[in-house]
């Protein structure tokens, strides 16, 4: 803990947005208000901090954003933060402002900022992880995710109902360059019989096995997960393959695209952002600084920050093997 009093706060939002991130910044607001502090927006994530696209808040600032996906502060990312002469200037663009401390909301390329930033400029600093993957350690939620997978879930589950009209196999496209969690859980919820996904090896002759057995046994329907991010190639690629070794099997692609980023968050969503942005704001205010804020076992949970940006959450084992098992 720090004794370093802060007085005046800046929130930015970074990375790619995901449902939520309004709710956070609303809870931020309207927390540090609460608390007598004086509270800044900076548009366009570090961008805005380099640009001085930085403006006071109030409570009414953020009234009926909640319900609202995207950001209200804009995103953006920004190659002149990651060098020295632009966080000098993003430091002094702070500095004749009073702001003694920062909220981002962001994955962990805006922490990493965060982070290096806060070193430099003795700024402290308070991550919540903002990410429609879901793959940052040290939160078992992440804002977005929930609204994100659900998004999946219902396309995908209207595309079932063609699928089975008409006999097809298809391959759904879903967002997650580094991470399966969104191809995963979408999966898993709309019976899937295959999840690609890049944290495992896709083997494409146990997969043509698979469908090869299946088409045997006339089961024509069958419905295949992959993360845009799965080493093969993504669906487009394996619709290749697939057509090459089974021409028979009626084939269909489907890529669901930033579809998956927009509309209103959930619940969960709106809930965890809100207390996530309130017990950022406690720490700035009780010391605890350079942290990142999750939700671990339905508890409030803190991270540093240098420990959050090593880390990445990773997929079990166990839910490949109920992947399987389900899908027999």
């Known amino acids: 803990m720090s004794t370093k009093k ?3 706060i800046g929130v930015l939002t970074s990375g790619g947005d995901a449902p939520g991130m309004n709710a956070a910044v609303r809870a931020v607001v309207r927390t540090g208000i609460y608390h007598g502090l004086d509270v800044f927006g900076i548009m366009r994530g570090y961008s805005g901090m380099v640009d001085d696209d930085i403006f006071p808040m109030d409570s ?3 009234a009926n954003i909640i319900q609202r996906g995207g950001t209200i502060l804009k995103t953006a990312r920004c190659k002149e933060f990651f060098e020295p002469e632009g966080r000098k200037k993003a430091y002094e663009n702070l500095k004749k402002r009073g702001i003694d ?3 981002i909301i962001g994955g962990d390329g805006s922490f990493r900022g965060a982070q290096r930033f806060s070193n430099e400029y003795d700024i402290p ?3 919540l992880p903002g990410t429609i993957d879901k793959d940052i350690a040290g939160s078992d939620f992440t804002i977005g995710f929930d609204t994100a997978v659900n998004t999946a879930v219902e396309a995908i589950d209207k595309i079932r109902d063609t699928m089975d009209a008409h006999d097809r196999l298809f391959l759904v496209e879903v967002m997650g360059r580094d991470a399966g969690y969104i191809a995963l859980h979408s999966g898993i919820a709309t019976g899937a019989e295959n999840i690609l996904i890049p944290e495992t090896k896709t083997d494409i002759e ?3 096995q698979s469908l090869t057995e299946k088409e045997k046994r006339k089961k024509l329907v069958n419905l295949i997960v992959v993360a845009e991010g799965d080493e093969f190639g993504g669906a487009n690629e394996l619709a290749k393959v697939i057509k090459e ?3 028979q099997a009626d084939t269909r692609v489907c890529i669901l695209g930033h579809i998956q980023r927009g509309g209103s968050p959930s619940c969960l969503d709106r809930l965890i952002a ?5 017990h950022a704001v406690e720490c700035l205010i009780k010391g605890r600084f350079n942290v990142m804020v999750g939700i671990v076992n339905n508890k409030v949970h803190f991270t540093p920050l240098d420990k959050a940006v090593k880390q990445k959450q990773r997929i079990s084992a166990e839910w490949m093997k109920i992947v399987k098992i389900l899908a027999s």
């Open 101 to 103: 401390g920062l909220v």
């Open 125 to 127: 600093c308070i991550g």
């Open 60 to 62: 009414r600032s953020v």
């Open 245 to 247: 070794r089974i021409p």
């Open 6 to 8: 802060v007085n005046k």
């Open 206 to 208: 146990e997969l043509i």
């Open 274 to 278: 809100s207390n996530m942005g309130y």
